[in-house]
């Protein structure tokens, strides 16, 4: 009789994990603690709840990182990818889902697995010696107990980010008078048609006037120990943004580029506030890029003076969690172990990756490293040519740069061609000279190209490789 796999988690990175574990054949008991003990960001207690935006990113395996991991997910088996396609609601170029039906569908699949078992438990020590294959996916929000048993176990301080969430609009309380549907340049993506975003304009004026207010408005309070707590560079605060300079904005999520008012197409607007479904019926909208850390009174009142939002009726608010990583590069080994006790594998946010899909990625792997070393298989790491292998790469082998103060700099990333093994410059068809642009999408289909031989020829080869 094969052991069970423990895995401590059913986030992104715990639910991929059991999934790939359980489809090698090997038993799985999937540990979580919610709904019995809850965190500052989630809801409910389904597995994979998406506690921040309901974007994937970029579907877009041809040109874009996270398309490309994407498309190494889905050539892998991946739960998470198979039921973000079944769910996913129209979002321009990028692949977004029914938040509730995504989780729902991963919850049920799991517990319905034969080889899975769920228990709802809080795992706050180190597990007992019995637990000889280990997997702890328990994200950015582990709980206290758990975080301070992790720390005294690597002799490592806790390293944390703050994480920003958005507000969500209910469609019907957005004045269409004002606003309009369009993706920016018109793009379509999956289960899209090009009018995928709601936009709101702002002339200069009701720019600067909203940029103010961001300045003034009353902001969460940090406790003593959270002050020195960095943000991630990917998730900032708008507030925070607005604080760089007064055109960082409209530079940013703001950014007016692409983007014709349906209502008044010979105005052109200083900047645009987007809008992205949230729900597959379509109620639900989300504030792109508007990630805050505002005081509820003021959210209400600053976010109401966008035009086409006075009388927005808001079904989330913002808010802020302490997310908490490893400093992976020195306590992790390349199949994901810990160094200071080999029957512990990490996955997820946890390890230092930023985003949904770069945590279930991590999730998908620890799998598959746990199920073969369960198996008496050797696992090989993906090259790092590829989207899987780079992530890898980055949180077990990136430098760790040493500060006046002695520690290290690890932060956590999304997956980006710059994690990458440089490709060869794209050559030039004969007579013609590549102009910058074109140069730069001759590169971004060189790695990914090059990366799609390379994962498929790690997987077997069984994965067909035609251009999206």
Known sequence: MIKPVHIIGAGMAGSEAAWQIAQAGVPVVLHEMRPGVGTDAHKTGGFAELVCSNSFRSDDGDQNAVGL??????????????????????????????????????????????????????????????????IVATGPLTSPALATTIRNLTGEADL????????????????????????????????????????????????EAFVQALLDGEKTDFKEWEKTTPYFSGCLPIEVMAESGPETLRHGPMKPRGLTNAHDPMVKAYAVVQLRQDNKLGTLYNMVGFQTKLKYADQVRVFKTIPGLENAEFARLGGLHRNTFLNSPKVLDEQLRLRACSRLRFAGQITGVEGYVESAAM???????????????????????????ALINHITGGHIEITDKGSGSFQPMNVNFGLFPPVNAPKRAEGKRLDHSEKAVARKRAYTSRAKTDFAAWLGGNVAIAAE
Not at 167 to 189: C, F, L, N, T
Not at 363 to 372: E, F, I, Q, V
């Open 363 to 389: 999730g998908l792997m620890a799998g598959r490293m746990a199920a073969a070393e369960r198996l008496g298989k050797v696992f090989s790491v993906p090259p790092a040519t590829t989207a899987h292998g």
């Open 160 to 207: 944390a980010f703050f994480d920003a969430i958005a507000p969500i609009v209910h469609r019907e309380s957005i004045d269409m008078e004002k606003a309009w549907y369009q993706s920016r340049y018109d793009k379509v993506g999956p289960g899209g048609n090009g009018r995928d975003y709601i936009n709101c304009p702002m002339d200069r004026a009701q720019y």
């Open 69 to 134: 991991l994407h498309w190494e997910m889905r050539a892998a088996g991946s739960l998470t990818m198979a039921t973000a396609d079944k769910h996913q609601v129209p979002a321009g170029g990028a692949l977004a889902v029914d938040r509730d039906g995504f989780s729902d569908e991963v919850t049920r699949a799991l517990k319905t697995h034969p080889l899975v078992r769920v228990e709802y438990d809080e795992i706050a020590t180190l597990p007992s010696e019995g637990w000889d294959n280990v």
